[in-house]
């Protein structure tokens, strides 16, 4: 067995988490001054409301270029037709993507009519040419109901959170529930830190799968955290002459091989449905993915090297 004793590497541990804490907060501060996003991450449709078209193009081996600046001049100088007594939306602010290399098309803008969607679709398709039948999607979310759905998931995150600290604070004492509340703080904040960089340099945007992402993360936080907590109770029984440290060392030890497992295995499907569960689906891969790695190092790394330093004072 690997006898990896992190306590002899505490400041080690601890400053590569305090680490990865900063970036992830000043990733999410940029983000939050950055004019065109004003959140500490970019939210995507299902938070802002508007509508979002997505074409796939018809490709026989390469697709003809295009440049998401052409893209996006030629909707602003569209001209919509009005919907009743609303006046038609100014798309000079609509976003284009172009994903798996030019094959497919995204393209966001505020809330639209049946009538100026089919407008917006009939110039985006004069300009990516033929398109796969069955490959269209519209999607329309008003305003109202995105900011009712980022409300239900904030308190969704909230009531999670409370529900753990009551549990954790009722099966161990006040220092375990410390620690345990706080390495699942580390583990969302470092998780919402990776994506607010993606968002500021690669325009990723997070959504209602974002926030199922964060809680899962944060149950698996809390069950690795769990686990590693019974194992330093049993070896306090079992190790009473030796210190704190130690006892957290070879609790550590000893769950070192089934943690590894269980991250892997619970990996495996995570990886299957970042290559092949497509674009829906791969960001929340890659956000539980990166999660649950956060988890297991926070529970490796980080509770059981705190514990002493709390426990001394």
């Given at each position: ?198 968002g500021l340099l690669a325009g990723v945007e997070v959504n209602s799968l974002f926030a199922v992402a964060l809680l ?98």
């Amino acid at each position: 067995m690997f006898a990896f004793r992190v306590n002899r590497h505490r400041r080690r541990l601890l400053l590569l988490s305090l680490g990865a804490l900063v970036l992830s907060i000043l990733g999410m501060a940029l983000s939050w001054s950055s004019p065109s996003i004003r959140a500490p991450l970019r939210p995507g449709l299902d938070f802002t409301g508007g509508t979002q078209i997505q074409l796939e193009r018809r490709c026989e081996s390469a697709c003809p270029p295009l440049t998401v600046s052409s893209l996006q001049r030629s909707l602003a100088a569209l001209k919509l037709p009005a919907d009743g007594a609303n006046p038609a939306p100014a798309l000079a602010g609509a976003s284009v993507q172009l994903l798996d290399g030019g094959r497919s098309l995204v393209a966001r803008t505020p809330s639209l009519s049946p009538d100026q969607a089919q407008v917006v679709l009939q110039a985006l398709q004069d300009q990516v040419g033929d398109t796969v039948p069955g490959g269209l999607s519209i999607d329309t979310i008003g305003p109202t109901l995105g900011s009712q759905l980022l409300q239900a998931s904030l308190v969704s995150l909230l009531v999670s959170f409370v529900g753990i600290s009551l549990y954790i604070s009722f099966r161990y004492d006040r220092i375990y529930a410390a620690l345990a509340l706080l390495c699942l703080a580390h583990d969302v904040l470092i998780t919402c830190g990776l994506f607010a960089w993606l968002g500021l340099l690669a325009g990723v945007e997070v959504n209602s799968l974002f926030a199922v992402a964060l809680l899962t993360i944060a149950g698996y936080s809390v069950n690795d955290t769990v686990v590693i907590f019974d194992r330093i109770r049993e070896k306090r029984n079992q190790l009473k002459d030796l210190p704190l440290a130690d006892q957290a060392d070879e609790a550590v030890i000893s769950t070192l091989t089934r943690s590894v497992y269980t991250s892997l295995t619970t990996l495996l499907p995570l990886i299957a449905l970042i290559f092949f569960g497509g674009s829906t689906l791969y960001w929340f891969a890659i956000a539980l993915s990166f999660g649950i790695l956060v988890g297991a190092w926070s529970s490796i790394g980080v509770a059981p090297t705190l514990l002493p330093v709390l426990s001394r004072r």
